[in-house]
């Protein structure tokens, strides 16, 4: 929500159980972990000895980050020679090789003042620990940064209150800095745009690594009290600009819409400022903006489980749709299998990604050379996006399946 109006007096917006508004920027303890706008504090500090160290992939010297995976039941699968597959050619039977696929980044920019209802700051942070906590969610590497106060976009970029790393190893740097008490504005634009430059970096320096950023959020908000006003078109206009990087940054929104209270402090202090602006229709226009549709929402009926589920589907619908193809494999003889599929499971393979069309399966290299990629058409991509219980399996030692 806005945290502020110009015209109600600053006594009357400091409220003990809705701290809508940047009263002054005081630091917030609860035991040994602190926050303020712009410190990581100890929660920060302690992120998994993994975050941030990289490792050679050993294809051409690129930097992997340790401990990251593709996650998920479509990540990678280690090598079984035993392990066999039927092919399009009755007469020829595939061995399953290892699948690599490339990890994903996702930096959450959660909102420090989700205030609609007393006790929805505690739900919606065990949600977050959930996804932390949660086997689907192992070997995505997240980091997290709580946006309040700071006007600013460099404190959003280079000073996370976790530091980004894999799951399950940043699980408890992650649980940690949920122990802190909520801020007192949310200001989007500047939280917005440095995510967005903090993910660009991360980008260049781990080049096999899909980055996005993601918002959890329960409005379109900003803080007149202490920054400039923007609009949501301009946080549209970042969000957009993030897409057009190379390589491209998308931002998914992560939304609890709930409706603004008709009594309380919250409803006295929210609907002058909001007074004809839809602030979730805005949330789904810096979403579309951001290159993923429409805002994903959260299930107001049980809000921890509801945002581990939305930002589990934010992991499937982000995940990167390629695969690394082992150098000792013959790419002639090689394969691919959709997992459940009908028949043998195979699906065909393709020229290039403009034979892929928009509703078929299909597969393609996009490099034939030594650092060969397997990525999937935009319909399988599709398909594997829509649960985890889909996966690919690479397959060798037949002439592959075309069309």
């Known amino acids: 929500?806005?945290?502020?109006?110009q015209f109600l007096a600053a006594s009357a917006l400091c409220l003990p159980t809705f701290a809508l508004i940047g009263c002054g920027r005081t630091v917030h303890e609860v035991g040994q972990y602190s926050l303020s706008d712009g410190q990581?504090?100890?929660a920060a500090t302690s992120a998994s000895a993994g975050s941030g160290a990289s490792t050679s992939s050993g294809t051409g010297g690129s930097q992997r980050e340790a401990g990251s995976s593709g996650g998920g039941n479509a990540g990678s699968t280690a090598a079984d020679a035993s392990l066999t597959h039927a092919s399009s050619d009755p007469k020829c039977t595939y061995t399953e090789v290892p699948a690599q696929r490339h990890p994903l980044g996702m930096y959450i920019l959660m909102d420090a003042n989700i205030t609609l209802q007393a006790g929805l700051w505690e739900l919606?942070?065990?949600g977050l620990r959930l996804?932390?906590?949660?086997?689907r969610s192992v070997g995505t590497v997240v980091g997290v940064r709580y946006y309040g106060n700071d006007c600013a976009p460099d404190p959003y970029d280079t000073q996370p209150n976790v530091t980004d790393g894999p799951l399950p190893q940043n699980a408890v740097a992650i649980e940690n800095s949920t122990k802190i008490t909520q801020l007192q504005a949310s200001e989007m634009l500047p939280a917005l745009k440095?995510?967005?430059s903090h993910q660009g970096k991360r980008a260049g320096l781990y080049p096999d690594t899909k980055q996005i950023v993601t918002m959890?959020?329960?409005?379109?908000?900003?803080?007149?009290?202490?920054?400039?006003?923007y609009l949501p078109s301009n946080v549209a206009d970042a969000a957009q600009a993030g897409l057009q990087r190379t390589p491209p940054i998308e931002t998914y929104i992560v939304a609890l819409k709930l409706p603004t209270p008709s009594t309380g402090p919250a409803s006295i202090i929210v609907d002058p400022v909001l007074k004809g602006?839809?602030?979730?229709?805005?949330?789904?226009?810096?979403?579309?903006?951001?290159g993923t549709h429409q805002s994903i929402n959260i299930d107001p009926a049980n809000v921890p489980s509801g945002t581990n589920e939305a930002l589990q589907a934010v992991r499937r619908q982000a995940q990167p749709c390629d695969w690394l193809v082992p150098p000792a494999v013959n790419k002639d003889t090689l394969g691919v299998a959709l997992q459940p599929g009908t028949g043998t499971g195979e699906i065909p393979k393709v020229a290039n990604a403009a034979a892929c069309g928009s509703t078929e399966d299909g597969w393609y290299f996009d490099d034939p050379g030594a650092r060969a990629h397997v990525v999937a058409c935009p319909a399988t991509c599709a398909t594997l996006g829509q649960d985890d219980a889909h996966g690919i399996a690479l397959l060798s030692g037949c002439q592959p399946k075309t069309r």
């Open 1 to 5: 929500m806005m945290r502020a109006t």
């Open 40 to 42: 990581s504090g100890a």
């Open 124 to 126: 919606a942070t065990q």
């Open 131 to 135: 996804f932390a906590g949660d086997g």
């Open 194 to 196: 440095g995510g967005l």
């Open 216 to 229: 959890i959020s329960d409005g379109f908000t900003q803080d007149l009290w202490t920054c400039a006003p």
């Open 277 to 290: 602006l839809d602030r979730f229709s805005a949330l789904d226009a810096i979403a579309a903006a951001g």
